[in-house]
């Protein structure tokens, strides 16, 4: 370009642009000048705005057909008033009432504080004056109709936020290894328990996104837009806990841990085959309540010194590797000193001359002196052969907080010249409960040593989208002989040994005895660990189960602290016999054509159906909730009429659905047992009082 | 590397240098920028689209560095092939094109407007050299340029009014450039007004363009206050505005940094329309505004020098047609992100997300570099 009219004009499109430049440079000066405080009033003013809508958690279920619920999330209130917005009169007029009408509902203060508190609120121009948290649709209903409130939010200062809260079903039942999530806030740290912590991932589900714009008021109302997101819910945990055995582990343990006025102790039940946990109770003194809590997951947490339920593994790697046979004879004079130690049998004078698998099932401690016989010169050998069986790896738990295993190796600074002998017997090493129990579990599985689980399946709505089945973490733990060995003496603890109080009738229990002094700060102190753990039926075990019990203060030993929870345990287990039932029910189901349904949400089961290719006969053209009747051709639906002001029949549901329902019509419902409801305390169709108890039970 | 250099960077190295430092910029912002929007359309994985991202970005560069080589007496022939391609491609997608936010811009995945864009610049370049000696003539110099001008920028219209605008507006640039008289250009903004109020009555009567709406409600809900914005999405322009704005005054001279930009989770369009003010929370007016308004602007002083230095008439209109173009579009993006402007849906050039965009973008930046390229050349000859 030559010509000097072009040049000239290129210069002035240029100088153009520049002008554009400066002139958006200064725009983004001006607006910073204006400062953040000016704009975020005009965004405070927007009629529209953009608000976060919460997905709904999955749920946590117990492991049985009827979809019990371990943990489930229900709407609550939290309710503040507005006191400027109350004019004067009528807040003078009404007051007493009103705080007469408060105490009486929530019973914590006196109609006297609330008036204080209220009037006070009144004089300090409170908007936002907390009146009280968590409150549930029955009471918020009631609330809703006390004086002023019934006014409304612009007249009466009324204000409730709706959120949802999440409760345990079953209170106290396995609630730590339930756990909670806490996600992480301004204030606090994100907390990660159990396993709400664990499967936080799949159960929080993804928040959705609305934009809203502002019409009247304070209503606010959707706008359709192309960048507006629907929640996804959160998938459903389906546990391996088995609500009614977990019921019996925690009782057991409760009045055992009552009556030693125990530390802390667990109970866990294990199913052998799949490493499934089918029940599993933590219970802590709270010294300064008087109460025990299940405040720590000492199963999966708690990495203690064993005592004397490591012998096992020590006599499992001292027979592999083929030093000892349990036939061998020892002498067993009750005193066995290393160096300047010496450990005691708790026999004085011990045991006398007898075999090995005598002085395994009496758990004489000299097994400390067999392995330090046949290992003094090669401490490591037994170290491998203890890692060989894998006791030093953690187990891997989704669960988090699990407790670090310990097994020194002969190379470390504190393996000292008596390590050796204290580790045969369980000292110097550290284990969890858990981690034991899997170590028992795989001797009663035959030397297959599988990984504890506590979640079966995760389901999308009815869509099971992950499964966890049995994982095997070591496949032969030690030689089969071995295996026979340490099975028979197990089972002679039982017959003749430390635990021949527990002994069954109908059944056999193989187990062993630990009594352990617990180690604190250092040095042992006068506090004891008394556990016991095992199989049964001992000839197909089926369960292994483990109860520790820290800082009993009757009793010391394994067998009458420990073994009595377990035998409890071990004989409802059996006597219910749990896995007979199931093959009955699934006989019965074999039977018909189609399958049996519970009543419940008619849409929810049109869809089952639908997917299963089951032919419905839909008679309840009206009802949301319907009765479900299974013959040859179809599956019958009736109306299940929730009449207006009468006591809803709520019989054959599961859990979830009458909760639902009941908890919508403002009664107040308390469950008893798990599955589907068998009965109810109010009669179908008799007068309904808001506010009433009702009790389900469920089988 | 120096060899490296010499053998692929052709043309002027300092446009290379403003090339590569706006692409390295976007890789920074796209990845904190994007974060969002992938956890809005996704289940909350970032990273695919950062990686769609990069991935364009280095074919974009591939593109820039074959056409530096290209044989430039080859474009003027495109242009004239090209003219009637796109005009097709534009008819087509007008009728059967993707429908977003009810506007057809989209056909087998990308924008013929972003062709049209570059092969109308190259036509009205071919036809300025060609009717040079015309050019004081109405009817035989002026009248021929004008009208494929109208009959592209029509065909973009319907669908995409701030494009056809934005190249409406080059295209008038360059004829003024051209040399076109000020009484001729003149008459031509008479024109355009005159047909756009025709165009809003046909619509008014017929309700045949159907962006026509969104159009008035743009201008509205910029112009006017909330009280008169009645559809929603008005309301929704205005709140992304108002969400802008916050971003721009919480940025602050150097910005809250990378990824930190709290504004952004609530700014619908973080992507395309608001990308400039997400950059300048998180980097800052010094930072983020300061240094991508200097590159852009120092881009079109060099591609000014380009157009300036070369020999050939129509290398030097393609430059300053294609730069202008780019920079144009650049500077109305960040005016939209400041609310100087009405929202628009303008990308910023080489930094906003989208694919086709990005490689329209390389491609007229490697037509520069070539025109640049051979005054480079020319030079060490002599």
């Known amino acids: ?699 | 590397m120096q060899e490296l250099a010499d053998k692929y960077l052709k043309g002027d190295r300092s446009i290379w240098a403003i090339v590569i430092l706006l692409s390295l910029a976007s890789i920074v912002i796209a990845l904190s920028a994007s974060s969002n929007m992938a956890y809005r359309l996704t289940d909350g994985n970032a990273t695919p689209f950062w990686f769609k991202h990069v991935a364009t970005l280095i074919l974009g560069l591939v593109f820039m560095i074959y056409l530096q080589h290209f044989k430039f007496k080859y474009f003027s022939r495109i242009a004239q092939l090209g003219i009637w391609v796109a005009g097709s491609l534009l008819l087509v997608t007008l009728a059967f094109g993707k429908n977003i936010n009810s506007a057809q811009r989209w056909i087998m995945g990308f924008q013929p407007s972003d062709l049209a864009k570059i092969v109308l610049i190259l036509y009205v370049a071919r036809l300025l050299t060609i009717k040079k000696d015309k050019i004081g003539d109405f009817k035989e110099g002026v009248l021929p340029l004008i009208l494929p001008i109208v009959l592209i920028c029509g065909l973009i219209l319907p669908a995409d009014f701030s494009t056809a605008f934005l190249l409406g507006s080059v295209c008038f640039v360059m004829l003024f450039v051209g040399g076109v008289s000020i009484k001729h250009l003149g008459a031509i903004i008479g024109g355009a007004i005159v047909l756009f109020l025709f165009l809003i009555m046909i619509n008014k009567a017929t309700g045949i363009l159907p962006r026509v709406s969104t159009w008035e409600t743009r201008m509205v809900s910029f112009f006017g206050s909330e009280d008169i914005a009645k559809d929603s999405e008005s309301k929704i322009d205005n709140f992304q505005a108002n969400q802008a704005k916050m971003a721009v005054a919480n940025g602050g001279w150097i910005g809250q940094g990378p990824g930190r930009g709290s504004v952004k989770n609530d700014t619908y369009s973080a992507q395309s329309d608001f990308v400039f003010a997400t950059i300048v929370e998180e980097f800052g007016a010094l930072f983020g505004a300061f240094t991508l308004l200097m590159l852009y602007m120092m881009f079109f002083f060099r591609s000014i020098r380009a157009t300036l230095k070369t020999e050939s008439s129509f290398g030097s209109y393609v430059a300053f047609g294609l730069s202008f173009l780019l920079v144009l579009q650049a500077l109305v993006n960040m005016g939209v992100g400041v609310n100087l402007l009405p929202v628009t849906g303008q990308p910023l050039p080489l930094i906003s997300m989208g694919g086709t965009s990005i490689l329209f973008t390389c491609i007229s930046i490697g037509i520069i570099l070539n025109i640049s390229n051979n005054i480079e050349t020319k030079k060490s000859v002599v």
């Not at chain 1, 667990?266 to 799949?274: R, S």
């Not at chain 1, 089951?614 to 109306?639: E, F, R």
């Open chain 1, 1 to 699: 370009m030559k010509e000097k009219k072009q040049i000239v004009r290129v210069y002035v499109v240029y100088i153009g642009m520049l002008v554009f430049a400066v002139a958006i440079f200064s725009r983004i000066v001006f607006l910073q000048l204006m400062g953040g405080g000016e704009l975020s009033a005009m965004v405070e003013e927007s009629t529209v705005k953009l608000v976060k809508i919460d997905a709904p958690r999955g749920n946590i279920f117990a492991d049985n057909e009827h979809k019990t619920a371990l943990a489930l999330s229900v709407p609550r209130y939290d309710i503040y008033m507005d006191l400027v917005s109350v004019d004067d009169k009528v807040f003078d007029k009404e007051i007493v009432a009103l705080s007469d009408s408060l105490a009486r509902l929530f019973k914590d203060k006196s109609a006297f504080d609330w008036e204080q508190n209220l009037r006070n609120a009144k004089i300090k121009k409170s908007r936002y004056f907390p009146i009280k948290k968590d409150v549930n649709h029955i009471q918020l209903q009631k609330i809703e109709n006390f004086p002023i409130y019934n006014l409304g939010q612009f007249k009466g200062g009324f204000i409730k936020l709706p959120k949802t809260k999440r409760i345990p079903p079953y209170g106290a039942l396995a609630r730590r290894t339930i756990g909670y999530y806490k996600p992480l806030t301004a204030t606090s740290k994100e907390y990660k328990v159990g396993l709400e912590g664990a499967f936080n991932d799949y159960l929080e589900g993804q928040n959705g996104e609305l934009l809203m714009e502002k019409i009247i008021g304070d209503d606010w109302r959707p706008i359709p837009s192309s960048s507006n997101k629907e929640p996804i819910p959160g998938k459903d945990i389906y546990t391996t806990i088995d609500i009614n055995i977990q019921d019996v582990a925690h009782d057991a343990l409760m009045n055992q841990m009552i009556e030693q006025n125990a530390q802390k102790g667990c109970a866990i039940l294990m199913e052998v085959e799949t490493g499934y946990i089918k029940a599993i109770a933590n219970l802590t003194n709270d010294t300064v309540n008087h109460v025990f809590k299940e405040s720590f997951n000492h199963a999966v947490g708690l990495a203690s010194e064993p005592g004397s339920t490591f012998k096992l593994a020590s006599l499992m790697v001292a027979l592999d590797d083929g030093k000892i046979r349990i036939t061998d004879s020892v002498n067993m004079p009750g005193k066995y000193c290393f160096y300047e130690t010496c450990l005691h049998d708790s026999r004085v004078g011990g045991y006398g001359k007898n075999t090995i698998q005598y002085a395994f099932e009496v758990s004489s401690n000299v097994i400390s002196k067999i392995i330090n016989d046949n290992y003094a010169s090669t401490p490591q050998l037994f170290v491998d052969g203890l890692k060989d069986i894998g006791l030093h790896k953690k187990l891997g738990l989704k669960i988090p907080g699990e407790g670090s295993p310990v097994i020194k190796d002969a190379s470390d600074n504190s393996f000292s010249g008596i390590s050796l002998p204290w580790m045969a017997i369980g000292y110097e090493v550290q284990q969890t409960p858990l981690q034991t129990l899997t170590l028992y579990n795989a001797v009663a599985n035959n030397g297959v040593m599988v990984k504890p689980q506590f979640v079966k399946e995760i389901r999308d709505g009815n869509k099971v989208i992950e499964t966890f089945g049995p994982e095997v973490m070591n496949f032969a733990i030690c030689k089969e002989s071995t295996l026979k060995d340490v099975q028979s003496m197990l089972a002679g603890v039982v017959e003749r040994g430390t635990a021949k109080n527990i002994k069954a009738r109908g059944f056999d229990i193989a187990g062993k005895t630990g009594t352990a002094k617990i180690a604190e700060n250092g040095t042992y102190s006068n506090k004891y660990q008394a556990s016991f753990v095992g199989y049964f039926p001992a000839s197909k075990p089926k369960y292994t189960c483990i109860v520790v019990i820290q800082g009993p203060t009757k009793q010391i030993y394994g067998s009458l602290v420990s073994g009595t929870v377990f035998k409890e345990i071990a004989d409802k287990v059996y006597a219910s016999g749990l896995e007979n039932t199931r093959d009955q029910s699934e006989e019965l189901l074999a039977t018909m054509s189609y399958p049996y349904s519970k009543n419940g949400s008619k849409e929810e089961l049109k869809t089952v159906f639908k997917k299963m290719n089951v032919p419905v006969k839909d008679n309840a053209s009206q009802s949301a909730y319907v009765i479900t009747n299974t013959n040859d051709k179809h599956v019958l639906m009736g109306s299940k009429v929730i009449p207006g002001g009468l006591v809803p029949n709520v019989i054959g549901m599961g859990l979830t659905d009458a909760l639902f329902i009941l908890e919508s019509q403002g009664l107040v419902v308390k469950v008893i047992g798990s599955g589907v409801v068998k009965n109810q305390s109010l009669n179908p169709g008799t007068k309904l009082n808001k506010g009433k108890l009702i009790i389900l039970d469920l089988i």
